[in-house]
């Protein structure tokens, strides 16, 4: 899966950028009276995971830790498709997908990114129109997402990670360029140009600054650098995150009331949870469990994969790592080092003569931006 990064390398967190500017909107909706606070509530969209999946899941935690499922909708629905190019017909399927693990004692996270080429077995589910949608014994784990929906998606990681998924927040194409100009666009630094035709991402080497659009294909190019992989894309979504939390750092936003509801209302408007966090007061309270988490006390890491033997265009999670890094955020325990210092290289940051060759194993996981 190409080089391999040595030793920890320390994360910005990436969940907290949505949380934490929430705190600031409740302080304006405080100024600005019940009418405000009501409109952004009404802005979220919701979705009730345990009253579909009922008692057949694994148990909560009774210790203080909690998981969440993070994903990236690539729906092309409304304002999603002049965004997102490709088709998928009138399915949607999670494009990203990130298990966020927060510990006992709420001072560090783990998250780890679920690449969707991989290969795992899907649960029985119920799909949009009520039908009942049959177990499979090998099925890409971003298709449980386009046959049931954000329930089936919960149920299927968590049949994966052997974890309850305790909350779930959605974040579609559109939501995530609303969000990007919200905040005025981002910076990011490649040291390799970027051509990518499926994504339309056109960068030289350098800095550049990105608005919605071009941060979104930023997230979502494959071919354009590196080995075309999926893994390599992850690592451009984790670069993303580093550059959203820097950019909403220099904001100042708690000094500027318009600036923070502008921001509250794009965030608001990008979000669909689970039933239990659909209120500005749910998402402010879990803002406030996570503020012990900085920098250094979040991981984040991609699933260990390699080839399915039986299809080389797709991925099946690698054993014993796989099942080490479930076993340890079961246990409330960090990610294993093993895992940690097996992660794959960010191809922004990859030298020109590292990018110039490719290992013909790597092209089994090139595909479209789609």
């Known amino acids: 899966m190409g ?29 600005l009276g019940g009418l405000a606070y ?8 919701s979705v009730d995971i345990s009253g579909q999946l009922g008692s057949a899941r694994p148990p909560a935690s009774t210790d203080g830790s909690f998981n969440l499922l993070v994903l990236g909708s690539d729906s092309r629905a409304g304002a999603n498709g002049n965004l997102a190019g490709g088709d998928t017909g009138d399915t949607a399927r999670s494009d990203t997908a990130m298990v966020v693990h927060v510990n006992q004692s709420h001072t560090a996270a783990s998250v780890v990114s679920i690449p969707r080429d991989t290969l795992v ?7 949009a129109d009520g039908k009942a949608v049959p177990a ?70 350098g800095t550049h600054h990105l608005g919605g659009q071009q941060a979104l294909a930023f997230v979502r190019t494959r071919h354009g650098v590196g080995d075309g992989s999926d893994l390599g894309r992850i690592e451009l979504q984790k670069e993303m995150v580093k550059a959203m939390l820097g950019r909403v750092n220099t904001l100042g936003l708690a000094t500027d009331p318009v600036a923070m509801w502008n921001l509250g209302d794009k965030l608001t408007k990008s979000l669909t949870t689970d039933s239990d966090l659909a209120s500005v007061s749910s998402l402010v309270g879990l803002a406030q469990t996570l503020k012990q988490i900085g920098p250094d006390q979040l991981t984040m890491v991609t699933l260990p994969v390699g080839y399915a033997p039986s299809d080389p265009n797709r ?56």
């Not at 009501?38 to 969209?45: A, D, E, P």
């Not at 499979?136 to 089936?152: D, I, K, L, T, W």
């Not at 097996?342 to 595909?367: C, D, F, I, M, Y």
Request: net charge neutral; aromatic share 4%.
């Open 136 to 205: 499979v014994r090998s099925a890409m784990y971003n298709s449980a997402f386009e046959v049931g929906g954000p329930a089936c998606a919960v149920k299927t990681t968590e049949q994966l990670t052997g974890m309850r998924m305790d909350h779930f927040v959605e974040v579609d194409f559109a939501g995530f360029a609303s969000l990007i100009d919200a905040i005025g666009g981002v910076d990011v630094t490649t040291t390799v140009p970027i051509s990518d035709q499926d994504s339309g991402l056109h960068l030289a080497a």
């Open 315 to 370: 991925v099946v999670p690698k054993n014993p790592d796989a099942q080490q890094l479930w076993a340890a955020l079961r246990a409330d325990q960090p990610v294993p080092t093993s895992v940690v210092s097996q992660q794959p290289n960010n191809p922004a940051e990859a030298s020109p003569s590292a990018t110039a060759s490719v290992n013909p194993g790597e092209a089994a996981l090139r595909g479209g931006a789609e």
């Open 38 to 45: 009501w409109k952004l509530n009404g802005n979220l969209h």
């Open 3 to 31: 080089e391999h990064r040595k030793g920890r390398t320390p994360r910005r967190r990436g969940l907290r950028i949505v949380l934490f500017a929430l705190v600031g909107v409740v302080l304006v909706v405080a100024g």
């Open 121 to 127: 077995a899907r649960p029985a589910c119920t799909g």
